[in-house]
């Protein structure tokens, strides 16, 4: 195969949740570039219909759906309206999240249940309804960010961390059970990278000298940076990739 083909997502039908802001809206924008229809997934109505409308300036076909990936009857909604628009879906980034960090001894417990809810049933919901429809089409490509967190604990981390470890083994779950329908599910999991989700975290001298401190490569991770393995695990070249997390962290993980 060409090294063009190996690597095409023209044209292809690619749902991101988290669409409106951050990660999510970054992957937007460049798949977009790449010539995919992009339909943009978040909750606030106002900044996704902002996005998409910037994506669309840029000559970027888009389709956004307001919806809360906790609520199973607005996803699978969500997903009706994608197939009556396009026909098919042909990929699935899970990238809606929240983070929650609070002493454990004292962790709200509603708390803990949002993150929960967002992180790891968010992404089941999602991956259930799309998966509904690829096991129809017979393929599909599905990656979930997961984060550097899915493999270590830290302090204050009742939920972020054990949502994301999870995300990791539901990701395996799905590659085993969907592995003969042709549909692949990886997971990309990124060290920190500057966005709304951390921002606060990252203001603070300390944390973010410490942050830094633990990657090798002595920067954040950049948005950019996850653009080259979204695109090899959406494409043909990784067809024969599944269950697999891809540490984009600048080394974090191998010290
Ligand atoms: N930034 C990092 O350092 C980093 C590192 C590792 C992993 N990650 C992971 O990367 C993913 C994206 O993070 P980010 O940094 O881009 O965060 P962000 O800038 O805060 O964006 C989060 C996105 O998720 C959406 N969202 C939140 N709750 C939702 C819900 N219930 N239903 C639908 N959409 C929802 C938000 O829109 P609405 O609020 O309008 O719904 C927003 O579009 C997350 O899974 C995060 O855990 C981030």
């Known amino acids: 195969m060409q090294i063009e083909n190996l690597f095409n997502v023209k044209d292809s039908v690619i749902m991101i949740t988290g669409a409106s802001r951050g990660i999510g809206k970054g992957l937007a924008l460049e798949l977009g570039l790449m010539g995919a229809k992009i339909v943009l997934i978040s909750r606030d109505q106002n900044n996704l ?5 910037e994506l669309e300036t840029k000559g970027i076909t888009t389709l956004a759906i307001s919806t809360d990936v906790t609520d199973s009857d607005q996803v699978k909604s969500a997903v009706d309206q994608v197939v009556e628009r396009f026909g098919r879906i042909d990929g699935l980034i899970n990238s809606a999240g929240v983070v929650g960090l609070q002493p454990i001894a004292e962790f709200d417990e509603a708390l803990w249940d949002q993150v929960m809810a967002v992180n790891l049933k968010g992404t089941f919901l999602t991956c259930k309804w799309v998966g509904a429809q690829m096991l129809k089409q017979k393929g599909g ?22 949502s994301k470890g999870a995300v990791n083994l539901l990701t395996k779950s799905l590659a085993i059970e969907w592995a003969e329908d042709n549909i ?12 709304d989700i951390n921002r606060d975290l990252l203001a603070n001298e300390e944390a973010s000298n410490w942050v830094l401190s633990r ?41």
């Open 49 to 53: 219909l902002g996005t998409a409308q």
């Open 215 to 255: 990657i090798p490569k002595k920067r954040l991770g950049q948005i950019e940076d996850l653009v080259g393995s979204v695109i090899f695990l959406l494409s043909p070249a990784s067809d024969f990739v599944t269950g697999h997390i891809l540490y984009v962290d600048g080394g974090w993980t191998a010290a």
């Open 184 to 195: 692949n599910v990886n997971a990309i999991a990124p060290t920190f990278t500057l966005t």
């Open 141 to 162: 490509k599905i990656i979930n960010i997961s984060s550097v967190r899915g493999l270590q604990g830290r302090r204050n981390d009742a939920a972020y961390a054990p």
